[in-house]
């Protein structure tokens, strides 16, 4: 009788000593008894194509993939998903036994999940959302937000020519307002995302004016150390409903961990206590 393989699965990024996804995916794997590992791999950029086209033969079936490699890892995939395609950067990727490298981006997906799960009366086609940002992240919530049936984005950028680039590429439900704009878009907006990373830890405060926010529109900011930003705060005082951005990054794990262990895994309280830990 052989022995069965260890499943392998890991993130690369570089730096990635910060990444929180080894707590989380080791925190499924003892909950669900699985005999695999997850490992944090700081892989420079010269030396990115190697690495993955060796991790298969060494066990792997999977990585997720962080800063700076969203992008790059799409010109070295066999196969890419549509909406990796759409957003233009790639999160997840499967191993396939055919040796075929699998792109996916599952970011959208977390983002919907999540919103969905912290407030399930949440009606995408009820109103606009306002975007403040234009980044990596701001391409996958826009395109997740169209997809579940957002009438209208409202997109704000410090660099304006970024946003216009979002709004070249999907299309006329997405309109661009400058950044002096930013506190005029919150009115009558049922959702408000910040996909900056302003009001994060070490950064720049979220300098826009709040007094806009109106009791019950949904507020989810992506950032998530701390997890209780200013804009958070700020809004839970003036009545609406927050989101924190942890949430996000639970989420967006489920479908690689599925794909690479055969485990569809719940987030709860415990998931997010493991992390936070």
Not at 58 to 70: E, S, W
Request: overall charge neutral.
């Amino acid at each position: 009788m052989t022995n069965p393989k260890i499943p392998l699965a890991g993130v690369i990024g570089s730096p990635v000593a910060h990444s929180r996804s080894p707590r989380l995916h080791g925190h499924w794997l003892r909950k669900y008894g699985i005999a695999g590992h997850y490992i944090p791999m700081d892989i420079a950029s010269d030396d990115l194509e190697d690495a993955l086209r060796m991790l298969p033969k060494l066990g792997f079936v999977g990585v997720n993939i962080t800063i700076p490699h969203k992008e790059r890892v799409m010109e070295i995939a066999d196969l890419i998903s549509d909406r990796a395609t759409l957003i233009g950067a790639a999160n997840t990727l499967i191993f396939r036994k055919d040796g075929l490298i699998h792109a996916d981006n599952t970011d959208g997906y977390g983002f919907i999940e999540n919103l969905r799960q912290n407030v399930p009366q949440w009606k995408a086609s009820s109103g606009p959302a306002t975007v403040l940002g234009a980044g990596g992240a701001a391409r996958a919530v826009i395109a997740s937000l169209l997809d579940v049936g957002v009438p209208e984005i409202r997109l704000t950028n410090r660099t304006r020519l970024r946003a216009d680039k979002l709004r070249a590429d999907f299309g006329n439900r997405v309109h661009v307002y400058d950044w002096v704009q930013a506190g005029n878009l919150f009115e009558d907006a049922v959702t408000v995302v910040n996909t900056t990373s302003l009001g994060m830890t070490g950064k720049q405060e979220l300098r826009v004016p709040l007094d806009g926010l109106r009791k019950g529109t949904v507020v989810n900011d992506l950032v998530y150390t701390p997890l209780n930003t200013k804009l958070l705060r700020t809004a839970a005082e003036q009545g609406c409903t927050t989101v924190d951005g942890l949430g996000m990054l639970l989420h967006q794990a489920v479908p690689g961990f599925e794909r690479w262990f055969e485990e569809r895994p719940t987030v709860d309280e415990a998931t997010r206590a493991a992390v936070l830990r």
